[in-house]
């Protein structure tokens, strides 16, 4: 009997620790946000913003402008990640694009945040 409850306890720990390495590394994934400089940068940048999130996201484009591109989502219990991406000025010309990731399941979301981000800085450099 005793061995059963630590065996489960084992099992247990084990899985919890797993669980907090996964989140280290999707911590490590996430890129630092992209920026842009001039007219002829940003314009390149943020079209292919638009089309990484018309490609990677279940949800629709429910508003682009150039300043903000948004999805609608995620709904209630929804696994499928939600994107907003902003432009920022910070003057003379310059821009810093960022995303937003996130979905309403506590089991996880698809894609991840994390990996979408990563993903998603990559492909806009």
């Not at 300043?67 to 920022?88: H, L, R």
Request: a positive charge; proline letters at 4%; hydrophobic letters at 40%.
């Amino acid at each position: 009997m005793i061995f059963r409850r630590l065996m489960v306890l084992s099992v247990i720990v084990f899985a919890l620790a797993g669980c907090a390495v996964a989140e280290r590394r999707e911590a490590q994934l996430v890129d630092t946000p992209v920026f842009c400089n001039g007219e002829k940068d940003c314009m390149e940048k943020w079209e292919k913003a638009e089309v990484w999130v018309t490609n990677n996201s279940k949800w629709r484009i429910q508003r682009a402008s150039n300043t903000v591109i948004q999805t609608y989502g995620p709904g209630t219990t929804e696994a499928d990640t939600a994107f907003k991406i902003t432009k920022i000025p910070l003057g003379d010309g310059k821009y810093e694009i960022r995303m937003e990731a996130r979905c309403n399941n506590w089991f996880g979301c698809f894609p991840k945040p994390a990996e979408a981000k990563h993903d998603f800085y990559n492909y806009i450099k």
